[in-house]
Each structure stands twice: as C-alpha cells, then as structure tokens.
C-alpha cells in the first residue's frame, strides 16, 4: 500500500488541532482541498476518525433501506469479485448511497495476479444540493478485515490517471486497496461500505457504468478499468428539464390531427347506417 497520502494526525499535530473524535461524514468541497483525507495516524483502523462515520447502523441511523442488490464484477472474461449497492433514504429528500467490495483470488490477466481496486468511483451527483462522503467498517478488529477509504473526495481521476484528484461535480471518488492477494503483503479483499450522503434529489433510478472501479496498477498491475451498473439519484430539476424539451405541435400538426378525427367520424357514421 504506497498510496502517498498526508498523514492527518501529523498535520494536525503541527497546527496544535485535536484529531477528531466522533464518527461523522464529512462534507466534499468543490474548490480547495478536493480529496479529503480519512486516515488515523496512517491506519485508518477506527471508525471514529475522520470519514469514519461509525458502524452501518450509526451512519444510515433515522433511514430506512429502499433498494439493494449485489453486481458482478468482471475483468476482462474473469469474474473477480462482486459488488453490494444499496440506497437508503430519511423520506425528506436525503438519500445515502452506499457500495460494499468483495473481491476473489482469481488471475484475471498476465500478470498472474489477481485485481485490486486502488480507487472507487460513482457517479449522479451535479445536481445535488450537498454531498458527503463517509465510511463504516463492518469488522473494526483490525486493518485487514476489511478496507476503509483513504480519502474521499468528488473526482473522476484516480491513480495514475491525468488530473488525478481534480474536481469534477458528478463523481465521487474513495481512495482505497482492496485485493485478496496485494503483492505488498497486506490483503484485505473486502472492502468497507463506501458512502454518498446527498440532499436534493427525489428518488434513484440505475443506470449504465455508474460505478468505476480502477486498477491504477500500484505494484505494476495492468491499468484497468470496471465499469457497473449502479443506482443514482433523480432530480426533479431533470424532469421538468425533460418537460421542457418536449417538442411542441406546429399548427399544421394539429390541423392534420383534426381532420384525421373527422374521417374517423365520418367512417364510423357509414358503418352505423
């Protein structure tokens, strides 16, 4: 794992700023720092620190669970993994998106490794009024039984990509390492659930390639890509956009309509008599 990231409780330590210490999601900025930083003292083993927003039921506490399924992840012919979506909802126009990774030893190219996932991104969120990101490690025993986020923040680039961390309005993007078999030797293959707190929208719908998952080849792994399915969120903004576009009858359009009414009139007549 030689993700080059601040060591937050250093920094803060140089600023004479405790370290946080509730669970909590935090907030992700559009200008400034981007990818906000989620480490504890490098570790990241606490769901107390920053990005950590507690346990599921801490972080979906007042939601309810709408919709969920598992997807299957596959690289190139091989199925390396699978993925849990969920969404949840308060009923009041704030939802949770949430993605959970579960990912197997299988060689999926020639380099005879199996895949990691460096980064996770998903997508939905340039109209939504706020956006947080957070975490939940499901088993908070120890670093490797499951992975947190190294930092969140609303990006489309991940490692070793161009413009890697740069602001883009409708991804969100979890700095991660999740592979059952690292080359470094620390292996968590499954990860924390990853999530989207966003006000704004009005429900959520799937779409095509809405999750990323990016390979950024850390260890010299192949540079690759996932694409998935995944559930957005929908705005009413978009519909009545929709609306909007809707193509109005000419006059013409409504003449032909009428006179094709009268024939069917006038047919219908005949047939009566």
């Not at 993700?3 to 700023?17: D, E, F, K, S, V």
């Not at 990005?51 to 012919?77: D, E, I, M, N, P």
């Not at 998903?122 to 109209?127: D, E, I, P």
């Not at 609306?243 to 013409?252: N, R, W």
């Amino acid at each position: 794992m030689k993700h080059r990231l601040i060591c937050a409780a250093g920094a803060l330590a140089l600023t004479g700023i405790a370290a946080p210490s509730h669970a909590a999601f935090v907030s992700l900025p559009s200008t400034g720092t981007i990818m906000q930083v989620c480490g504890d003292s490098g570790t990241g083993n606490s769901t107390s620190v920053a990005c950590g927003a507690g346990s599921v039921s801490t972080a979906t506490s007042g939601f309810s669970l709408l919709t969920s399924t598992t997807r299957t992840l596959t690289a190139g012919t091989t199925t390396v993994g699978s993925l849990s979506d969920r969404v949840y909802g308060d009923g009041a126009g704030t939802y949770i998106f949430g993605m959970r990774l579960d990912m197997n030893a299988n060689v999926w190219d020639s380099t005879g490794l199996a895949f990691e996932v460096n980064d996770a991104f998903r997508s939905g969120f340039a109209s939504a009024t706020s956006v947080q990101g957070g975490y939940s490690k499901v088993d908070i025993t120890g670093p490797v039984t499951d992975e947190y986020a190294r930092s969140i923040g609303r990006s489309a680039e991940g490692m070793n990509e161009p413009g890697i961390g740069t602001y883009d309005a409708d991804w969100v993007r979890f700095e991660t390492d999740v592979n059952v078999d690292d080359p470094d030797g620390s292996s968590p293959g499954t990860s924390a659930w990853y999530w989207v707190k966003i006000t704004g929208a009005n429900g959520w719908t799937t779409a095509e390639e809405a999750i990323r998952l990016l390979e950024g080849g850390e260890e010299d792994q192949t540079e690759y890509s996932i694409l998935v399915s995944g559930y957005v969120p929908t705005y009413a903004s978009a519909r009545l956009a929709a609306s909007a576009l809707a193509p109005v009858p000419e006059p013409s359009e409504y003449a032909m309509f009428l006179a094709g009414l009268g024939v069917l009139g006038f047919a219908a007549r005949r047939r009566m008599r």
